[in-house]
Each structure stands twice: as C-alpha cells, then as structure tokens.
C-alpha cells in the first residue's frame, strides 16, 4: 500500500482522507483524523525496522496505475526473501502469543 502526499488539513479534505493507505490498511475502523496523528508514527517505525514505506503524489500513482492497466508496465513484485524474513518474525510473535496465553 501506498499514501499519497499528506500535510495539511486542505489537502487531506480534497482527498478525502483516501491519503492514508497504509495507516487504513493497518486500521481500517479507526477515524480518518486519527490517521493523521498515526502517519508519522508508522513511518518511524518503518524507517527502524526497515520497512518501505512510500508517499507519492497523487497524479504520480494514477499514472503508475493506469500504465499497468493498458499493460506498459507491471506491478512491482514483493522480493521473497524480504517477505520470508517477516513471515517468520510473524511465527515467532504468534508463537509467544500462544505460550503467554497458555501461562
């Protein structure tokens, strides 16, 4: 998921909040303005756990979209051993999860 540009009152009103893609995704319930105070969180802990995280703007992304729809370009593809690498920290979490419920 990406956001696109964000940092005014104005411009997430002419988007409609539909800006924040990433903090929607991880909180789809929560209030469009607190994504907002959620955005730089995210990115924060992204950048510390080097995670991409991507804002561009707006007309950028149509562009990208549309050139993947009419076939001049294709979606970038996730690298596998990125995905692997957190797959496992995501057993590890589930697994601690477990054996503290299980205390």
């Known amino acids: 998921s990406v956001d696109f540009d964000y940092c005014t009152d104005l411009v997430d009103f002419l988007h409609g909040w539909l800006n924040y893609q990433i903090e929607h995704?991880?909180?789809p319930n929560?209030?469009?303005?607190?994504y907002q105070k959620?955005?730089?969180i995210v990115r924060?802990?992204?950048d510390r756990h080097g995670v991409p995280y991507?804002?561009?703007?707006v007309f950028w992304r149509v562009k990208k979209t549309v050139d993947i729809m009419v076939?001049?370009?294709?979606?970038?593809?996730?690298?596998e051993t990125?995905?692997?690498?957190?797959?496992?920290?995501?057993?590890l979490?589930?697994?601690t999860r477990k054996a503290a419920k299980a205390e």
């Open 38 to 40: 959620a955005a730089p």
């Open 71 to 79: 076939g001049s370009s294709s979606m970038k593809w996730f690298p």
């Open 44 to 46: 924060e802990i992204c």
């Open 93 to 95: 979490i589930e697994a």
């Open 82 to 91: 990125f995905e692997k690498k957190y797959l496992e920290t995501d057993v």
């Open 54 to 57: 991507i804002k561009e703007n």
């Open 30 to 34: 929560l209030s469009m303005l607190s």
């Open 25 to 27: 995704h991880m909180w």
